[in-house]
């Protein structure tokens, strides 16, 4: 018990003591309220030309968030790089000579990168919800005590968290920025659109981790029917982010450092 | 105490380290020589539990590392000193490694002190010249007071200050009664600060011995002597030691005389009515001794010969490859490995020693 609270305590101090966090946690949050924002002014002021349907499912909760497709982007390189730092710098054999008890290592440092992204997210979460919907004027926006906008708005958080989280698994495996970047950051900007796009496709992109998270912020049920509700749709994010997690743990423990 | 048995490491068909036998004592500094890629991380790699061994074992303190309680308490290690987080500051840097074990902060500002990075400690190391990384890497490794020392090319890229900084601590550290196992790939280097010399090349043991019998079997400019008469050559080896002399007798016939001059050799021949026929100056630096040593793996494996490390210490004085347990003819030639520095002498010298 003693050793997990040193080898947390030694996490906190590698990730607070680089810049690399903060720039990413901050572009995160600020891309995602900033753009969020944007959009919802937008969204006012074109609100009258949309056709009947899209205003009859128009989603003032969820269209706040908007800005999280690019600040998801940031909180990803968070999860990739305060792991793969380790790797690139070759920090990682010092940090295992130090405790070679490989997963009490994995846990403390996924368990503290975790907790500020959880911060971080939930932070970003209210911050873009609230101006959103101030931009989006009385006529438009949702009230926070409105049925399913609180489990939006955290569940807005939970996502974030738990998209850096599987970034965080999946680089354990892959140990190189590069290559963690190369994969992530089309697979979420770009692919999962495409196949979500794609009506041959679609189906399957239900699954996806993003696509299967975002559901949790959505108040008005989408035109498009899921299999899953809101919650559903986070525990189908949250078994992708736990394999990736002991995809992570086996690759540590069975190969040379 | 490090001591390994039978330590082997492939990678696929490939063998990195093949069964190497070795203990480094507590008390002297134990170096540990070998070319780039002869094994040398490998071996420290596995000794620090962060790579496992395809055969044999080794133990550090008694234990295997990954079962020691708190390893930086007994074992510091400078693997790579550029393995640090450009961005984290020097203090941050150690501080995160000190929380791991719960060494308190004051140990980190203590050795930070002892390398001589105070006025630098709160600078991103991103900024640090080499031989600050060096320092830094070292300053790790000693963060937990550790009575093992393990140190990965320490002097590399160091200035001629830097390198005997670092030549003058590890003499420190050992003397404290420590265990210092510290690697190089420069014979030079090693001969002014190791106790002990543990070669390897192409992952096999090559040597285990003092620095001193390495160097007085391997680094001495020699004399070789072949007398006319075969049957002279056991009375002249008597008076040539009689005179103060090491004279080891060589394969070919020849002798290899230690400790005397030329003219010496010469007089107290012709006083004995000795005919010589060849006596000829030689001289082996240990980085050709070395070299010779390390490059003579290749061709041991290719004669599928025993173990180079069964051969006893002082079967490397004698001018053939380690351990010599090749055939004539089936090694690297046997009077030729000096560099051809003395095309001279020696024309033919196993026709003539029939």
């Not at chain 1, 409105?146 to 489990?151: C, F, T, Y």
């Not at chain 2, 008076?239 to 010469?266: H, I, M, R, Y």
């Not at chain 2, 030729?336 to 010298?349: C, L, M, R, T």
Request: proline letters at 6%; one cysteine or more; charged letters at 15%.
């Amino acid at each position: 018990m003693a050793r997990n609270g040193r080898v947390l305590h030694s996490e906190w101090t590698k990730i607070r003591s680089v810049r690399s966090t903060v720039w990413t946690l901050a572009a995160a949050l600020v891309v995602t309220v900033g753009l969020g924002v944007l959009i919802c002014l937008l969204v006012r002021t074109t609100y009258d030309d949309l056709s009947p349907t899209d205003r009859a499912t128009f989603d003032a909760t969820m269209t706040s968030f908007a800005g999280m497709t690019l600040g998801q982007l940031a909180m990803i390189a968070f999860g990739i790089l305060v792991i793969s730092n380790e790797y690139s710098t070759g920090m990682i054999r010092a940090s295992l000579a130090a405790v070679p008890q490989r997963g009490t290592l994995m846990a403390a440092k996924v368990a503290v990168a975790t907790l500020l992204a959880l911060v971080v997210g939930m932070i970003t979460a209210f911050a873009a919800y609230f101006p959103g919907q101030a931009v989006l004027g009385s006529r438009l926006a949702s009230g926070i005590g409105d049925p399913g906008v609180l489990r939006a708005v955290v569940g807005a958080g939970l996502y974030m968290t738990l998209i850096a989280v599987f970034a965080m698994g999946v680089t354990w495996v892959l140990r190189s920025p590069m290559l963690a970047f190369g994969i992530l950051i089309p697979f979420f900007f770009m692919i999962s659109g495409i196949l979500s796009a794609v009506s041959a496709t679609r189906k399957l992109s239900y699954w996806l981790p993003d696509q299967a998270g975002s559901m949790i912020m959505s108040v008005v049920t989408p035109s498009q029917e899921r299999p899953y509700g809101p919650w559903g749709g986070m525990a189908v994010m949250a078994a992708w982010v736990v394999a990736a997690l002991l995809a992570g743990y086996l690759t540590l423990r069975r190969r040379d450092a | 105490m490090i001591e390994a048995v039978g330590l082997t490491k492939s990678y696929g068909d490939k063998t990195a380290v093949h069964d190497l036998t070795f203990r480094v004592q507590p008390g002297k500094v134990t170096g540990f020589l070998g070319p780039n890629g002869a094994g040398k991380s490998t071996t420290m790699r596995m000794i620090l539990g962060l790579d496992q061994p395809t055969g044999g074992s080794v133990t550090v303190a008694g234990h295997p590392y990954r079962k020691l309680p708190n390893p930086p308490r007994t074992v510091g290690a400078l693997l790579d000193a550029g393995a640090k987080h450009g961005g984290r500051s020097a203090r941050n840097h150690l501080l995160s490694l000190a929380q791991l074990s719960g060494i308190p902060a004051s140990r980190v500002d203590q050795v930070l002190d002892v390398v001589g990075l105070t006025s630098v400690a709160r600078k991103r190391s991103g900024g640090f010249s080499l031989g600050m990384g060096q320092r830094l890497g070292i300053a790790a490794a000693l963060l937990g007071d550790p009575r093992v020392l393990l140190f990965d090319e320490p002097v590399n890229g160091l200035d001629p200050e830097g390198i005997r900084w670092v030549r003058d601590l590890m003499k420190r550290l050992a003397a404290e009664g420590r265990t210092v196992f510290v690697s190089s790939h420069l014979m030079s280097e090693m001969a002014l600060t190791a106790d002990h010399l543990i070669v390897i090349g192409r992952g096999r043991l090559m040597a285990d011995m003092p620095v001193q019998d390495f160097i007085v079997q391997n680094s001495t400019s020699f004399a070789r002597v072949r007398t006319a008469d075969v049957g002279q050559r056991d009375g002249l080896t008597s008076l040539l030691t009689g005179a103060g002399a090491q004279v080891f007798p060589e394969e070919s016939g020849t002798l290899k005389v230690v400790g005397l001059e030329l003219p010496q050799v010469s007089d107290i021949a012709f006083e004995a009515g000795v005919r010589l026929w060849e006596l000829s100056p030689h001289h082996a630096s240990l980085e050709e001794a070395y070299m010779r040593m390390t490059q003579g793996a290749v061709d041991f494996r290719a004669g599928g010969a025993q173990q180079p490390g069964d051969a006893p210490p002082g079967a490397y004085g004698t001018g053939g490859p380690p351990g010599s347990p090749l055939p004539p003819g089936a090694g690297p030639p046997q009077q030729q490995p000096y560099g051809g520095a003395q095309p001279q002498s020696f024309a033919q010298p196993q026709e003539n020693a029939r």
